[in-house]
């Protein structure tokens, strides 16, 4: 599992909150999963061996014995790096004063900031401006392509997988020797699975763990490509009755 599948689990606790969850993209209908068979099987694999046995007990340790301050510095270390992709893709997005934010981070907390272990850029108002490839990707109109589940990194697809190959090859990244790439993303995947606890319950008490898992990331991903911005689709006749009954409950 990777900070994708936690992300998008805990975004759909706000979607949940939300009076209406017609918000659909036309990716997240299209569920695109012509590996299904193959992807069910390293799904359960990564849920009911890898998460259980190593993800979450190493979580539970690591936020019960690791003090808040030291891991919200190592944290910020790990997401200082993604700046310069940030950089990149919002520039090519044509955000170019949100790449112009991202460049002001990298560079206040990468030298004020200790490598980025303080965030100081936050406190001045530059809030963090995250994109990567694969939205860039998905801005000029490429596809999501077939969905997919990585073994040990959670659910994907062909796009956005491509972005994260491209993203990792920028600097600093790209220079990174092995030891610090692994520890970057393993900070990465630690905090993102402890986001995760208070809503682990959702998983379990669905239908189908896959479906559900699949559903979240799609409609994460969409939102994600359109930065929020998801037209609603029009009400049907059935859809206008069946509110008008449930708000008689």
């Given at each position: 599992m ?17 009076a ?34 190593v ?6 340790a ?6 808040e ?10 997401r ?13 997005q044509g955000?170019?004063?949100d ?7 990298f ?7 200790i ?9 001045m ?44 090859s ?15 993303r393993?900070i ?9 606890m208070?809503?682990?319950?959702l ?7 896959y ?25 049907t ?7 008008a ?5």
């Amino acid at each position: 599992m990777n900070i994708k599948l936690i992300t998008g689990l805990f975004f759909s606790l706000l979607l949940s909150a939300c009076a209406s969850n017609r918000q659909v993209d036309e990716q997240v209908q299209e569920h695109n999963d012509p590996l299904e068979s193959v992807n069910r099987s390293v799904w359960e694999f990564n849920w009911e061996v890898l998460d259980q046995h190593v993800l979450r007990p190493v979580t539970v340790a690591y936020v019960d014995y690791t003090p808040e301050v030291v891991r919200d510095g190592l944290h910020n270390a790990a997401r200082n790096l993604d700046e310069p992709a940030n950089l990149l893709n919002n520039l090519l997005q044509g955000k170019v004063n949100d790449s112009f934010v991202s460049l002001g981070r990298f560079a206040i907390n990468s030298t004020f900031g200790i490598f980025g272990v303080f965030d100081f850029a936050s406190d001045m108002g530059l809030e963090r401006k995250r994109e990567d490839f694969g939205q860039t990707l998905g801005k000029a109109g490429a596809g999501t392509g077939a969905y997919l589940m990585l073994p040990g990194l959670g659910p994907s697809d062909v796009r956005s997988f491509t972005g994260d190959v491209v993203d990792s090859s920028y600097w600093p990244v790209a220079d990174l020797n092995i030891y610090f790439a692994v520890f970057s993303r393993a900070i990465k995947a630690l905090e993102g699975r402890a986001s995760l606890m208070a809503q682990e319950q959702l998983i379990y008490d669905s239908l189908d763990s896959y479906t559900f898992v699949k559903d979240v990331y799609f409609q994460d991903l969409a939102h994600k490509v359109t930065d929020g911005k998801v037209e609603e689709p029009e009400m049907t006749e059935e859809d206008a009755e069946l509110d008008a009954l449930l708000e008689e409950f």
